[in-house]
């Protein structure tokens, strides 16, 4: 292994210290601490834990964490009535409904129904279009963690070669466009793409979300490639165990790139510490104050 290791857990506490500085700083401003409220439907096991750590950071960074449970079989209209209150509900500066539904909701209409204002996961058509023409919005929390990574690594991002392997709304396009803002020549790859090996060869920044166990192999990337593994898989260890491991041959790629995000250790722990980042920037521009900068 000759990468350097890009230390997300590292990178992420960081940013949960600035975060619950932020939060202290606000509440003198304000005479408020800032609440975010997470919606869960149903009892999905994967859904139960995001929720529970979700509300375990918001109170570790001092802020209120509200949240509601609502059963399995419950109506899309009430899920809309409890948004509609929560957009309404001053307290409330952010507002998370965790994904997916149950299928007798239809998951386009309550996100289109969070106040853009609230929406810090930044789903919603509006923050996708403030983001597309760079207007202040909220991004979704993986990408902008990845953003902030590649910050941190290779300072200002201008002219160089990306590629984004993956294209769903809420990890690839947006990981796109906040390429694309920051002045880089960004490819898209997707199922469908050719010679998917030779784009990534002339890259110097990777960015991987795919959801396929080692799928980027070390000898597909430049020397000194700075590689974003934002796959998170489980695959069996033996003996009836599972470990957890990313969307790029990781020991491979070790030997090639210039630096890597490991998984877990990388990508995952930023997203959580992000979502803290927009529910206080949130409260910032709901108190109309204006966002403290270095967040
Ligand atoms: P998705 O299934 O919505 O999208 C996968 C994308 O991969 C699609 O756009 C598809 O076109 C592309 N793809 C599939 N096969 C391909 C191929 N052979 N060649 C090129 N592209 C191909 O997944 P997602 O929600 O974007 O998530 C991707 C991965 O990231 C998953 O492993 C997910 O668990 C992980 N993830 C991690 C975090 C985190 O916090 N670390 C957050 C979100 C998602």
Same mark, same amino acid.
């Given at each position: 292994?000759?990468?350097?290791?890009?230390?997300?857990? /590292?990178?992420?506490?960081?940013?949960?210290?600035?975060?619950?500085? *932020? +939060?202290?700083?606000?509440?003198?401003?304000?005479?408020?601490?800032?609440?975010?409220?997470?919606?869960?439907?149903?009892?999905?096991?994967?859904?139960?834990?995001?929720?529970?750590?979700?509300?375990?950071?918001?109170?570790?960074?001092?802020?209120?964490? @509200?949240?509601?449970?609502? %059963?399995?079989?419950?109506?899309?209209?009430?899920?809309?009535?409890? +948004?509609?209150? =929560?957009?309404?509900?001053?307290?409330?500066?952010?507002?998370?409904?965790? #994904? %997916?539904?149950?299928?007798?909701?239809?998951?386009?209409?309550?996100? /289109? /129904?969070?106040?853009?204002?609230?929406?810090?996961?930044?789903?919603? /058509?509006?923050?996708? *279009?403030? =983001?597309?023409?760079?207007?202040?919005?909220?991004?979704?929390?993986?990408?902008?963690?990845?953003?902030?990574?590649?910050?941190?690594?290779?300072?200002? =991002?201008?002219? #160089?070669?990306?590629?984004?392997?993956?294209?769903?709304?809420?990890? *690839?396009?947006?990981?796109?466009?906040? #390429? =694309?803002?920051?002045?880089?020549?960004?490819? +898209?790859?997707?199922?469908?793409?050719?010679?998917?090996? $030779?784009?990534?060869?002339? $890259?110097?920044?990777?960015?991987? !979300?795919?959801?396929? $166990?080692? @799928?980027?192999?070390?000898?597909?990337?430049?020397?000194?490639?700075?590689?974003?593994?934002?796959?998170?898989?489980?695959?069996?260890?033996?003996?009836?165990?599972?470990?957890? +491991?990313?969307?790029?041959?990781?020991?491979?790629?070790?030997?090639?790139?210039? !630096?890597?995000?490991?998984?877990?250790?990388?990508?995952? &722990?930023?997203?959580?510490?992000?979502?803290?980042?927009?529910?206080?920037?949130? !409260?910032?521009?709901?108190?109309?104050?204006?966002? &403290?900068?270095?967040?």
């Amino acid at each position: 292994m000759t990468a350097e290791i890009i230390d997300g857990k /590292a990178h992420a506490a960081a940013l949960r210290e600035r975060v619950a500085a *932020g +939060v202290a700083a606000f509440r003198e401003q304000a005479g408020r601490v800032p609440g975010l409220a997470v919606v869960l439907v149903g009892e999905d096991a994967a859904s139960q834990v995001y929720v529970r750590s979700k509300g375990v950071a918001t109170e570790g960074a001092g802020m209120t964490s @509200f949240s509601h449970r609502l %059963p399995a079989d419950a109506s899309e209209e009430v899920l809309l009535a409890l +948004v509609a209150r =929560l957009n309404a509900d001053p307290a409330v500066d952010g507002i998370l409904i965790q #994904l %997916p539904l149950p299928p007798q909701i239809n998951e386009a209409r309550v996100i /289109a /129904a969070i106040s853009p204002d609230k929406d810090v996961d930044g789903f919603s /058509a509006i923050n996708v *279009g403030r =983001l597309a023409i760079g207007e202040p919005g909220f991004v979704p929390c993986t990408p902008l963690g990845c953003v902030m990574l590649l910050e941190d690594r290779l300072g200002d =991002l201008s002219g #160089l070669d990306a590629v984004v392997i993956g294209r769903s709304n809420i990890v *690839g396009k947006p990981m796109a466009m906040l #390429l =694309l803002q920051r002045n880089c020549t960004v490819t +898209v790859a997707h199922s469908r793409t050719r010679n998917l090996s $030779a784009i990534v060869r002339g $890259a110097d920044i990777v960015v991987a !979300a795919v959801g396929r $166990a080692g @799928f980027v192999r070390g000898d597909w990337l430049k020397s000194g490639a700075t590689v974003i593994d934002v796959g998170i898989n489980r695959v069996a260890a033996g003996e009836g165990r599972t470990r957890l +491991v990313g969307d790029v041959a990781f020991e491979e790629a070790g030997q090639v790139a210039g !630096a890597i995000t490991p998984v877990p250790g990388g990508v995952g &722990p930023m997203t959580i510490a992000v979502l803290m980042r927009n529910a206080l920037v949130a !409260a910032h521009r709901n108190a109309s104050l204006p966002v &403290p900068a270095g967040l």
